[in-house]
Structures are given as structure tokens and as C-alpha cells.
């Protein structure tokens, strides 16, 4: 049953309760969820208590230091929302009924209030069924508006009553209008979402989801399943979710937030390659700065994965055989290793494969023991640390290892490359043609690497270079949006993020728009060190609209991938395409009508009319935000194409999609994303013709 507010079917009212019975089951549930909001502010205020006083519990510095970041943690876990429902679904079983929320809630003695959606208990509400019920006997789903229960519907699973997508509460959840962040799914995510939410840690897979289908919010609620499941092991590896750029980064910041979840690290490729980090070698402690750009053809070389060996085959280059024996000096006695000796230390070091950096310093490490047992042999006792310190730093020794085993850093190894065309040719021999190598070289070359205006794609092969020297921090689970458009060897940046841990590949291959974009996802997997991943298709999409889903479809067959076209189980919606005299005008005209309707408004156009579509806008006194300002009141956006990958409007209108397909190369497939940002309604307005396909 479902009480007013929704207008239930009739098949939805058949039940034993009067209309009295449904007034007190919602005063109860109502009661419910009153008292579970005041239990979860007594936790926070609990953890708050803890927090100020933790300093005066903890035995030291560190352990104050420690227990201070755990309570903050806890405290921001434990916000509430009252905009948001704390508990949205309910199920019963013949022994007990349980509340299933975003987040787990205890009464004052310790017994559950509200499950958390992850508990192994809370799986049934997902795949319960009449075909398999799990014990449920009825699944109650609530409504919900400004944080009020303002309505219950049941499904009695054990009397074989299953609503599914026709669910009038799920249907209003997925079609309630969008303004602002992206929010979390946990009250609809559906059994083939669910499947992929709860997949096990050790599993990486590869998510093919057609516009509207999910894919983003699948990959975020299973990062926060395993941070529910393997807590102490992610917190300690830590987890990160990659995604384009910035704006599509800020679009998705709240979701994790809302589960509890604050401790994710997010962040852009270029974000990746450009940060400082510290491990073994310590090669980079400084922020790798941008100021340079690649003509196309350039950065498309770079960004090939055949630039990883060439790197490989320039740090190899580097190291030599010793000629010569060295003789290193204490103050009482001198200390002779031989050539052949010492070529044998370099050759083992060669084949053990270590990064160059280790490597570097296990041949150093060898030659003073060495020199030890020498030492050891004459004196008849072995020498103190102080010793075989100064022998590692002795000028024999320290010269020894810069003749055979130099040290280098990333950006110096790119910067050799780049700009000396013998090196470069001596590594890319067979590799790179005589053209693509002219297309790397610097015309004029900076003298030092801290001089050289880094484009993104130099910064892709400095992160190459880095994994060469040394070994980089990895990620117990690394989730990648958009994936589709990752180069090769931007794949191979996130790879080695997460070498020892397992990644969450999201993406539509009909999506990709850069010139390495992808068109087989095998070849991607492979690139990101997870060639067995499994590769999992959603095409049954839930918030774009089955009209405008059909009209963009119509240019699947032009984009020369091979995925299954998207399907929608959303019959609302409207599409409206209109040939105008002038677009500025009409954009304007198309804002004040949607203006008039709930939800966020998107203005698309190719990125060279997106500042006067928005100056137009001003000038008819309608405040339009850009893509990157999420947290602001105007309703409506202005958005360059290039910038709304991943994100969702419930009114678009776009403007022109003739130039938005002539400005770049793959411009049909830019088309598509922006023809599928829409969730409610679409208008496309032009005046020049239509692309062929549509």
C-alpha cells in the first residue's frame, strides 16, 4: 500500500489495513524515525565527548595525536542530514523486523535502530523476490520529502506480491528532480547493481554502462561496501576514485560523505602525475607544474604505450659495466675490489629487476659488504655502522656508482629524451618512427628539467619515469570514472596506484571522445595491470528518459564501437527539437520555460559559444553558474561540451550540435554525451542542419 502523496494503483492497495491502521503505522514509523534520529545524535555527541578529552586519555604524543584523528573521523562519520532520510526501506521477517538506513544507529544499550544498507542482513532488501524471499515476508519501502516520512508501501513477498520498477515510491526516488551534487542511490539500487556494489575486494571489474544506467553511482557504493567490509585494511591502504576533471570531481564529492565515508581520496589523472609523493627513493618532493601544451599529433605519441619502453630501454641505457677495480682507504688500511668483482654486483643487481633507484643503492650496499669482509678478515671483528657508513659515502665508492649506476630523477630521465635527439633515437630505436620522434623533440630544449614548461601528456611519461626509479604508494582499491578516454599510459599511471590492491573500471566505449580513446576494453585491462578483470555490461538505464535515450541513439551506429545500444524504463520526459533564427534568443526563451519547472537547467554548446550564451543570459538578468561551481544557488549552468562528461541536468538544452561535432575530431561521439546529460527533458536548438545521423 501506498498512503497518499503517490496516488497508488489499485493492485498496490489490496491489503487487511483501514485507512486508522495506515494513520498509526505512520505515526509509528514516523516515531521510528524521530527516535532514530535522536540515537544518532547521542552517538555523535558521544564521539564529540571523547574527542575533547582524548588528549588527556592518550599515553603520548603519537597516541594523542591518533586517537584524535579516529574520534574526528568518527565525528564527521556520524553527521546527519535532515534533509536526507536516515532509514528508507524496512524488512520483515517472522521473527523480526529491521530498519535499513545509510548508516548504522544503536539505541542506548546497543541494539540496532537502523541497519546500515552494507550489513550482510540489509542484502535482502536488494534481492529479495517472490521466486527467492530470503525470509523476507514483506519489504516496506518509505516516501520521503524535506527529510519527512510522508509515506510507506509494502510488498508482501511470502503472498507472491512484487512490485519491481513499478514501485511508485522507487520510481518517484530515481525521478526526483537534481539541483546541486550528485546524491547516493542506496534506497534504489537495483539486483544487477547490487551484484557489482558487493563484489568481493580481490575482484577488479570493468563496468560498460550505457548513459543513465548507474555505472558512476555503482562504482562509489562499492568503494564505500569495501570500506564497510575491510575497514581497518582500506583505511590503512587506502581508497581512491579517479574521474576527468575537477568539475565531475566536485559533482560526485558528496555522495561518499553521505554514506559516512569521509576519508576517499579523489582525484584527476593529471592530478596523479602532478602531486608531490615520497616512498622509496624520495625522486619527487615538489609539485611538477603545467605550463606547456602538445600540438595533437604530439600528445598522441606521447600518451602511446609504446613510450614505456622507450623510457625503460633510456634508464637501462644508463647503466654500465665497471672498467676498473676501485680502492677505498679507511685511515689504517686500503681496500681493493676488483673489476670483475664488481661487474658481478651490477649484473645481479641488473637481473633482479629492482626499481633503479633500489637498484642503485643494493649495488652500493654490496660493495661495502664487500669491503666488510675484508675488513672483517684483517681485523678478526666486523666493523661498526659508522664504518660501513662512511664507506658507502667514500669518493671511491660514491664515483664508482656514478660511472656505473647514476643516479637520475623522472623529470631529468623525460628531459634527456626530449631534448637530445641522439638519446631519444638510441631508445626508440625500432620503435618510433623518424617522424615521431621529430614530433617529441624540443625545438628549443630547456638546459635543466626544472626550466621545462611540462605539458600533461610530459607529466604521464615523468609518472612512467617515476615507477621506473622507484616504486610508488598503492591503493587497496582504486574506482575509475570515465575510463573510456584513459590513454594507455595514463592506464598505466593508475596502474601503478594500484599494483597490490583491485580497481572498479566504469565507462561507455560510445563515450570516449580523445584521440586514444578506447574501443576494447580488453586492451584497456590490460594497460591497467588487470587483464582477467570481468567485463560487465548495464544497459538498462533509470534516469534519462527512453525518448531522448532513443534520439541519441541514433549515432551509435557512426562511432565505430561495439556496445549495446542503452535502453530506458523511463516513459516521462519530453524531447524538443527546434530549428531557430536566433540561438541566443532562443536560448534565453528555452531558460525561462524551464525555469518554470523543478530542478537544474544545463546550457550545452561548444565550448567557443559558452561565454556568450552565459553573457546572454546575464543580459536578460538570469544568473548562470559555470560547470565547476556546484555549491551555488543559480538553477541554471552553462556548460563547454569538452566539461559535461559524467554529469546530469534535469532540464538541457543544447545549443547547436553542428559545432559541437565540428570542433574536435570525434565530435559525433562528444554529441552523445551531451544528448544524454538530460533526466527529465532535452531541448536541442540550431540553425545550421542537423548531423546526418539525427
Not at 527 to 548: C, E
Not at 588 to 596: G, P
Request: hydrophobic fraction near 45%; charge should be negative.
Amino acid at each position: 500500500m501506498t498512503l497518499p502523496a503517490f496516488d497508488p494503483p489499485i493492485e498496490h492497495a489490496a491489503t487487511e489495513h483501514q485507512p486508522d491502521d495506515l494513520d498509526r503505522e505512520l505515526a509509528a514509523e514516523r516515531a521510528h524515525l524521530g527516535a532514530s534520529r535522536a540515537a544518532l545524535r547521542r552517538m555523535r555527541e558521544h564521539a564529540e565527548a571523547l574527542f575533547s578529552t582524548g588528549q588527556d586519555v592518550a599515553g603520548d604524543a603519537y597516541a594523542a595525536e591518533t586517537l584524535g584523528r579516529t574520534l574526528s573521523r568518527r565525528v564527521a562519520e556520524l553527521a546527519d542530514d535532515p534533509n536526507t532520510p536516515l532509514f528508507f526501506g524496512r524488512l520483515d521477517f517472522s521473527d523480526a523486523s529491521h530498519h535499513i538506513g545509510r548508516r548504522h544507529v544503536t539505541d542506548p544499550v546497543g541494539e540496532p535502530m537502523v541497519l546500515d544498507w552494507r550489513a550482510p542482513l540489509s542484502r535482502s532488501f536488494y534481492r529479495a523476490s517472490v521466486r527467492d524471499p530470503q525470509g523476507v515476508h514483506t519489504r516496506r519501502r518509505f516516501g520521503f520529502g524535506a527529510g519527512q516520512l510522508t509515506s510507506f508501501e509494502d510488498e508482501h513477498l511470502d503472498r507472491g506480491e512484487e512490485y519491481g520498477t513499478k514501485s511508485r515510491i522507487l520510481t518517484a526516488e530515481i525521478e526526483r528532480p537534481r539541483v546541486g551534487p550528485m546524491r547516493d542511490i542506496v534506497a534504489t539500487i537495483q539486483p544487477e547493481q547490487d551484484e557489482l556494489v558487493r563484489a568481493d575486494l580481490a575482484d577488479s571489474i570493468c563496468v560498460q554502462g550505457a548513459p543513465g544506467t548507474g555505472k558512476t553511482a555503482v562504482g562509489l557504493h562499492r568503494a564505500a561496501y569495501l570500506l564497510y567490509l575491510h575497514r581497518e585494511r582500506l583505511r590503512r591502504s587506502g581508497v581512491l576514485v579517479v574521474g576527468p576533471n575537477r568539475a565531475f570531481l566536485s559533482y560526485i564529492s558528496a555522495v561518499l560523505p553521505a554514506l559516512g565515508e569521509v576519508e576517499v581520496t579523489q582525484a584527476t589523472v593529471e592530478d596523479l602525475v602532478t602531486s608531490p609523493y615520497r616512498s622509496e627513493g624520495t625522486t619527487r618532493s615538489g609539485t611538477l607544474a603545467i605550463r606547456g601544451t602538445d600540438q595533437p599529433a604530439t600528445a598522441i605519441v606521447k600518451h602511446d604505450a609504446r613510450m614505456a619502453e622507450v623510457l625503460r630501454r633510456a634508464l637501462a641505457g644508463l647503466i654500465h659495466d665497471p672498467e676498473e677495480p676501485i680502492t677505498v682507504s679507511d685511515g689504517s688500511f686500503r681496500w681493493r675490489v676488483s673489476t670483475e668483482a664488481l661487474r658481478r654486483v651490477v649484473e645481479e643487481a641488473r637481473r633482479e629487476g629492482l626499481p633503479y633507484a633500489t637498484g642503485r643503492e643494493r649495488v652500493r650496499a654490496r660493495v661495502v659488504s664487500l669491503l666488510q669482509r675484508q675488513a672483517e678478515a684483517r681485523r678478526a671483528e666486523s666493523p661498526g655502522e659508522v664504518w660501513l657508513r662512511r664507506m658507502g659515502r667514500s669518493k671511491p665508492v660514491t664515483e664508482f656508482l656514478d660511472r656505473c649506476w647514476p643516479a637520475v630523477t623522472p623529470d631529468g630521465l623525460v628531459h634527456r629524451l626530449l631534448a637530445d635527439p641522439d638519446a631519444l633515437a638510441s631508445a626508440a630505436v625500432d620503435l618510433l618512427t623518424e617522424a615521431e620522434q621529430a614530433l617529441l623533440t624540443w625545438p628549443k630544449p630547456p638546459r635543466t628539467a626544472k626550466a621545462a614548461k611540462w605539458s600533461a601528456a610530459d607529466a604521464v611519461l615523468v609518472d612512467e619515469a617515476a615507477g621506473l626509479v622507484e616504486r610508488l604508494p598503492s591503493f587497496g582499491h582504486v574506482v575509475v570514472d570515465e575510463a573510456q578516454d584513459l590513454s594507455a599510459m595514463q592506464c598505466r599511471a593508475i596502474a601503478r596506484r594500484s599494483e597490490h590492491g583491485s580497481i572498479t573500471l566504469l565507462g561507455d566505449l560510445a563515450q570516449g571522445t580523445a584521440p586514444w580513446a578506447a574501443t576494447n576494453w580488453r586492451e584497456s585491462l590490460r594497460h591497467l595491470g588487470k587483464p582477467d578483470a570481468s567485463v560487465v555490461p548495464l544497459t538498462i538505464g533509470f534516469r534519462v528518459p527512453a525518448a531522448v535515450v532513443a534520439f541519441a541513439n541514433r549515432l551509435l551506429p557512426a562511432l565505430a564501437v561495439d556496445v549495446p545500444p542503452a535502453e530506458s524504463l523511463r516513459r516521462d520526459g519530453a524531447l524538443d527539437i527546434r530549428t531557430v533564427t536566433d540561438l541566443s534568443a532562443a536560448t534565453v526563451t528555452e531558460v525561462r520555460a524551464a525555469l518554470a519547472h523543478d530542478g537544474s537547467i544545463a546550457v550545452i554548446a561548444a565550448d567557443a559559444e559558452a561565454d556568450g550564451l552565459r553573457a546572454a543570459l546575464a543580459g536578460a538578468g538570469i544568473a548562470a553558474a559555470t560547470a565547476d561551481e556546484v555549491e551555488t544557488a543559480a538553477r541554471v549552468t552553462v556548460v563547454p561540451a569538452t566539461l559535461v562528461k559524467g554529469l546530469e541536468y534535469d532540464h538541457v538544452i543544447v545549443v547547436e550540435p553542428a559545432r559541437i561535432v565540428a570542433a574536435e575530431p570525434r565530435g559525433l561521439n562528444r554529441l552523445y554525451v551531451v544528448l544524454t546529460r538530460a533526466v527529465s527533458r532535452l531541448a536541442v536548438l540550431h540553425t545550421e542542419p542537423l548531423p546526418a545521423p539525427l
